[in-house]
Nanobody, 114 residues
Framework: VQLQASGGGLVQAGGSLRLSCAPS????????MGWYRQAPGKQRELVAT???????NYVDSVKGRFTISRGNAKNTVDLQMNGLKPEDTAVYYC?????????WGKGTLVTVSS
């Protein structure tokens, strides 16, 4: 199974971006889907997750600005990012847990200019 993330790019502060992640290959039971990010010189951190039942969780710094959702195909996960700030600059990674197995995408760069 491979995860393909897309939607990163350069945006000015206050702008918006939408990230999408789609797994390819044999899809089993998806438990949790999520987005993580790693800024230069910092550890990777959780941004948002969504369970198979639709329960969402966000890091405090993005609450009210970011929204995680599952795509129409239910196997994809999107992250709508509004009100972006320079401190949101990072490589964003999608993660999917299927049947207890962890899968990570390669990451997509989000750069927010001030």
């Amino acid at each position: 199974v491979q995860l393909q993330a897309s939607g990163g790019g350069l945006v000015q502060a206050g702008g918006s971006l939408r990230l999408s992640c789609a797994p390819s290959g044999r899809i089993f039971s998806i438990n949790v889907m999520g987005w993580y990010r790693q800024a230069p010189g910092k550890q990777r951190e959780l941004v948002a997750t969504i369970t198979s039942g639709g329960t969402t969780n966000y890091v405090d710094s993005v609450k009210g600005r970011f929204t995680i959702s599952r795509g129409n195909a239910k196997n994809t996960v999107d992250l709508q990012m509004n009100g972006l700030k320079p401190e949101d600059t990072a490589v964003y990674y999608c993660r999917i847990i299927m049947s207890g197995i962890d899968y990570w995408g390669k990451g997509t760069l989000v750069t927010v200019s001030s």
